[in-house]
């Protein structure tokens, strides 16, 4: 082997290996969204990991070595998915006038969102215990986050001063656990689980200024 042999052939080796390793990332990610579109588009149940890789064009057997199982793929998929609305969500915060901008924008995302989920996507979740241990562990990461928001709506005027707001998230997270548990959306659409509930259970919490933010939305939507 020459001098020059010895130099150049371990950094053509490690232009390899980036290269290797950049292709695998994006590999990484384009099963992700694959998956996910996938799992929204029909339930999870209904989507096997062959359906996955044959629509990527890469071998079951790539596929497992990136990702284990289906459980798995998910869960980094949610991870994902969540990663990305909590930066939307962010800004919109940092940028919006008032905690009824926030709110307003969250409902817009969710009927943009619940139009295109197949119902099963929900029910299909719970066969998952370590996408549920996830999603226990997210929720109880959040808890702080929407009491200072709810506080927030306090000092702005939206929101109620005399009310437990430990208490109402509660309530809250018992309603929508009742809404998933039971399976309200086959039955109702999520506009109407959001009229009849969620606005329903906010204008309680609403000061009269609050309320007609909601009133007036709701004429326009």
């Known amino acids: 082997m020459t001098f020059s042999e010895i130099f150049f052939v371990p950094l053509r080796q490690m232009e390899e290996t980036r ?45 497992y070595e990136i990702y284990e199982n289906k459980e798995v793929l998910l869960t980094e998929g949610l991870k994902k998915a969540k990663a990305e609305e909590e930066r939307r969500l962010s800004a919109i915060v940092a940028e919006s006038g008032s905690v009824m901008d926030v709110l307003l924008y969250v409902y817009r995302r969710r009927m943009e969102e619940f139009s295109v989920v197949n119902p099963a996507f929900y029910a299909d ?67 109407d689980l959001f009229s009849n509930i969620l606005f329903v259970m906010l204008r309680g919490i609403c000061t009269k200024r609050g309320v007609d933010v909601i009133d007036q939305f709701k004429q326009y939507t």
């Open 125 to 191: 979740m719970a066969r998952y215990p370590q996408l549920i241990e996830y999603l226990e562990a997210d929720k109880e990461r959040h808890r702080q986050r929407m009491l200072d928001f709810l506080r927030r709506g306090v000092e702005e005027g939206f929101f109620r001063s005399d009310i437990d707001y430990v208490l109402t998230m509660k309530a809250f997270e018992a309603v929508s656990d009742l809404v998933m548990t039971q399976q309200l959306y086959r039955t109702y659409t999520m506009r």
């Open 19 to 63: 290269h290797i390793s950049a292709y695998r990332q994006s590999l990484r990610e384009k099963i992700l969204d694959k998956a996910m579109q996938a799992f929204v588009a029909h339930g999870i149940r209904a989507v096997k990991m062959d359906d996955i890789a044959q629509s990527l064009g890469i071998s079951k057997r790539t596929l």
